[in-house]
């Protein structure tokens, strides 16, 4: 009797409705706080360590060569023209533009001859003078002479006309027209030159164009030039078997795209200017798109033609705008 008693007992002391109820609440308060505890966990271990792990699941870079000769192309005798993207008579439904960027043209423009008169609005645009001179006049009242290292930047906003000229009698002037997307309209029309010399671009990379929200109180005359869109420009003359890195700029998704400027009017067949990104080897007026960059990675690009190789890196918000 007594023995029943107990074994009754300890039956209902493991199987009361009470007890697994009990079991299920503290089972439900372990799940509902495990989450908290990683998290608490995870903001105790440094960043750094994060960071490393995370780029390690991260995947590999994907990377699109863009061949000098595939981007559009017009010789209309006054000007010899690649265009990276869409613009003028060129249309590539997949060439449109890139994040912000939109437009990369790789112009010569021959002695005598030139862009009159036209307007813009709404678009960042600026010229990277890689040879000759180049003459730029504009509404604003602006008139100057743009030399090898100058970069001239309008910021077009609500409107401006503007023209550019080579006055040369007989040398053709080498430069890169650049477009991206403000990401504020109606801006108030601004125009800015700065040089950055061959020196200051010699085996490293230089900014030279940066998002105003980055750019902070950066001044004078190293620093780069600020622009209205989620865009960093740097630029490189890299020699040799020599490596630059890129320390992607901003936080999350990036996209990165680099430009090799051409030393003749097409890529020589041997030898010249080549750059490598991963296992993608560029030659000149290639271009590379780079996706799955991310906040905190690195790129490195390594010089491995016979000349040294000047090019243009973008680092550009992932959003199409
Ligand atoms: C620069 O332009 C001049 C005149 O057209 C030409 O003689 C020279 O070879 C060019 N230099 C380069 C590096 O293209």
Do not use: C
Not at 10 to 26: E, G, K, M, N
Not at 275 to 304: C, H, M, N, P, Y
């Amino acid at each position: 009797m007594t023995d029943t008693t107990i074994e009754q007992h300890q039956q209902s002391s493991y199987f009361s409705p009470r007890t697994l109820a009990t079991i299920i609440a503290v089972l439900a308060v372990i799940l509902a706080f495990s989450n908290t505890i990683r998290n608490s966990i995870s903001s105790i271990v440094p960043k750094q360590t994060l960071r490393t792990m995370s780029s390690t699941a991260a995947p590999a870079l994907q990377i699109t060569k863009r061949p000098w000769a595939t981007r559009g192309h017009a010789d209309h005798d006054w000007l010899y023209t690649f265009h990276t993207f869409s613009f003028a008579s060129y249309y590539d439904e997949k060439h449109e533009s890139f994040g912000p960027l939109r437009v990369i043209n790789e112009d010569r423009v021959k002695a005598g001859t030139g862009f009159g008169t036209h307007s813009h609005a709404e678009f960042l645009i600026w010229s990277y003078i890689v040879n000759g001179t180049l003459e730029h006049k504009d509404s604003l009242g602006n008139l100057e002479n743009l030399k090898r290292g100058e970069v001239q930047f309008t910021s077009a906003g609500t409107g401006i006309r503007h023209s550019e000229y080579n006055r040369n009698r007989d040398d053709e002037v080498h430069f890169l027209q650049i477009w991206a997307k403000p990401n504020k309209r109606g801006l108030k029309p601004h125009y800015e030159t700065k040089k950055f010399t061959d020196e200051q671009k010699t085996d490293k990379l230089v900014r030279i164009m940066e998002y105003t929200d980055r750019l902070g109180n950066q001044k004078g005359e190293d620093a780069p030039i600020g622009l209205q869109a989620d865009l960093s420009m740097d630029a490189s003359i890299l020699s040799p078997g020599k490596s630059v890195t890129h320390e992607v700029v901003a936080d999350g998704r990036r996209k990165i795209f680099v430009q090799l400027i051409m030393s003749k009017r097409a890529q020589p067949k041997e030898g010249g200017a080549r750059i490598k990104i991963g296992d993608t080897v560029l030659g000149e007026g290639d271009g590379a798109f780079v996706e799955g960059a991310q906040g905190g990675g690195k790129i490195e690009v390594e010089s491995v033609g016979d000349k040294p190789a000047e090019f243009l890196l973008f680092d550009l918000s992932p959003e199409e705008v």
